[in-house]
């Protein structure tokens, strides 16, 4: 008789999580169904270390989509120089030409990982100034996007 009360309980525990395994999906549809199926973008943390170089320079932001439907950044433009987006892998960069924004999820560019590269700079930008920043996406088209720019060692965990 002791041998069948732990399957039966184990038994009972799946068929309880199972239960409410189907009402969050159930719920996850409602909330996709309410949140509409486009894409609502935002940017945060943007920031330009002050380049050190005249030619070249790098750039940081968030891009969320609190949205149902991904979007896709084509290209970013700016009046500073030509800005092209790469992605780090491991130790070694590659320029992409498209990168996803996930639905209900975030597109990072940090240092160490997917960045933005500023080239061919018509001007070194310095440390207090904002760089504008076009960025272009498949849906939800051009987001202007004002990048301060922060000293050359500036940590954003740090404020330094």
Known sequence: M????????VLT??????????EDIQADSQADSQ????????????YMPQPVSDSMAAGFLTITNKG?????L???TSDVGDVTAHETVGSSM???????????GQLVF????????????????EQGEKVSVQLHFAE????????????????PKTGH
């Open 94 to 104: 590659q320029e992409v030409k498209d990168i996803d924004v996930p639905a209900r």
């Open 2 to 9: 002791r041998r069948l009360v732990a399957p039966v309980a």
């Open 74 to 76: 084509t290209s970013v």
């Open 35 to 46: 949140a509409g199926s486009k894409a609502e973008l935002s940017v945060s943390g943007a």
């Open 68 to 72: 149902g439907t991904k979007d896709e």
């Open 110 to 125: 940090k240092s160490g990982g997917n960045h933005l590269m500023f080239e061919k700079l018509k001007r070194k930008p």
């Open 140 to 155: 939800s088209g051009t987001v202007t996007v004002e990048i301060p720019v922060k000293s050359a060692t500036y940590n």
């Open 13 to 22: 525990g799946a068929l309880v999580l199972a239960g409410c395994g189907s």
